[in-house]
Every structure is written in C-alpha cells, then in structure tokens.
C-alpha cells in the first residue's frame, strides 16, 4: 500500500531562513507528487505537483521541490521564508496508473515563522 | 478563479442521526472526491466519483456512507448513522480530467461534530 511520512510535525523559523521540509513515499511504481499549503483558515491550496521530466519543480510563492526517486521523497524547500508562509504543508502522492488519482497524505507539517 | 464550496462550514449532530454534507464542485470539472481529517490525523481518503458512479473507495467507505450527484452542480456525502468516530473535517475536491496528473481543487471542509 502506498504511504506518505513528512518528517517534522512541527518547525518554527524567523524570517529570511531557508526552509526545507521532508517528505517520503513508498510506493513501487510511477508516481505523481504534490505539496499542497493550508493557510490559517483557508482551504488545501497546491504549491506544486511533479509528474515527469526535470526532477526539480518550481511552484508558487517562491517555493521548490525536487524528487529524487533513489531516495523516494520529494522535499520542499524555500531560501527564504516570511511570516506569511505560516501554514500547514501536505505532501501528497497518487499512483500514477490510477485515472481517478486519489491522494494519499502525509501527515503534514505545521510552519510557524517569526517575525 | 473558481473555487469549490462547501455547506455547511461546521454541522453538530447527534449520534445515530444522519448527516448530509454538501460541495459545489468547479463547475467543468468531471471526478470529484470526499477526503476527512480527523483532528490531529492525517488527510484520508474517502471516495471518487466519475460519470455518476463511484469510482473508488477506501475501507473507511462503509455502507454507512453514500455520495450523490443529484443535479448537474452539487455533489453530496451522506452518512445515515453518525458515529462518535465519524467527527473529523471533510474535504470535497474536484478535477477537471481523469488524469492522475490533474490538480484537485479543495473547498474549505465541514467540520462535523457528532456528540
């Protein structure tokens, strides 16, 4: 069965730190990658999702992800964060011969940023 | 940009009663998805729905649950005996095309309270 593990619970950081959050998948197929952020009272919104071609993804907000499919994850990370990118991040993956793409979650990961 | 919406935001239920909850999927958008989270747990998936037919489901989709496409707008999950298990916050998502590359778009949940 396909898992998802993102590795902190919970990260706090100042503003300008570089973020990197972890995530894993187990999974022996092709699959499809996505980060999705919650914002405080907001709904599930995607930062950017890999399918296929250059490994390393660039999505909104000055965010980036690259997979590296030997070690099975696909971390985020941003150089720069601002209090702004206070929110929870969900790593996602689906297998990639499901039509019906369902998502499977990790756990997610709280982002607390200090002014 | 078209979002998808969700009704009610929060619903408070007995135990043993039935709830429905509703979403409005973007409107051109063909496969449409329940998700729950239980508070502190993971984003699980419930069921996928495509061409007026369950396409998927997990093993938490007991015959306690049924999802509906009554009209051409809305897209409604139905639990007909709430359990004390059953409160957690309920994600309706939906996506344009039967790829698993596709976004899902994400309403803003329904937090459900059965007491």
């Known amino acids: 069965a396909q898992s998802v593990s993102q590795h902190n619970h919970h990260v706090i950081l100042s503003e300008a730190a570089s973020l990197e959050l972890g995530c894993n998948y187990s999974?022996?197929?092709?699959?499809?990658l996505f980060w999705y952020v919650q914002y405080p009272g907001q709904h599930l919104q995607l930062l950017l999702k890999?399918?296929?071609?250059?490994?390393l993804v660039k999505g909104i907000k000055g965010f980036e992800a690259e997979f590296i499919k030997s070690k099975f994850s696909f971390n985020l990370r941003k150089p720069s964060v601002q209090w702004s990118d206070t929110a929870e991040y969900f790593c996602?993956?689906?297998?990639?011969?499901?039509?019906?793409?369902?998502?499977?979650f990790g756990q997610g990961t709280e982002l607390s940023v200090k002014p | 940009e078209p979002e998808v919406t969700q009704t009610p935001s929060h619903q408070v239920t007995q135990m043993g009663q039935e709830v429905i909850l509703r979403c409005v999927p973007i409107?051109?958008?063909?496969?449409f998805y329940w998700y729950r989270q239980i508070l502190g747990q993971k984003v699980e998936f419930l069921v996928s729905?495509?061409?007026?037919?369950?396409?998927?489901k997990s093993e938490i989709f007991d015959d306690q649950f049924s999802v509906e496409r009554p009209d051409g707008s809305n897209f409604t999950l139905k639990i007909r005996s709430t359990k004390l298990e059953d409160s957690a916050m309920y994600f309706c998502?939906?996506?344009?095309?039967?790829?698993?590359?596709?976004?899902?778009?994400f309403g803003p949940g329904t937090r459900l309270t059965v007491l």
């Open positions: 729905f495509y061409n007026n037919e369950i396409s998927e």
């Open positions: 409107s051109n958008h063909l496969y």
């Open positions: 996602a993956v689906n297998a990639g011969d499901n039509q019906g793409g369902k998502l499977i």
């Open positions: 890999y399918f296929s071609g250059d490994p």
């Open positions: 999974y022996g197929g092709t699959v499809n």
């Open positions: 998502a939906s996506k344009i095309r039967t790829s698993g590359t596709d976004t899902q778009y």
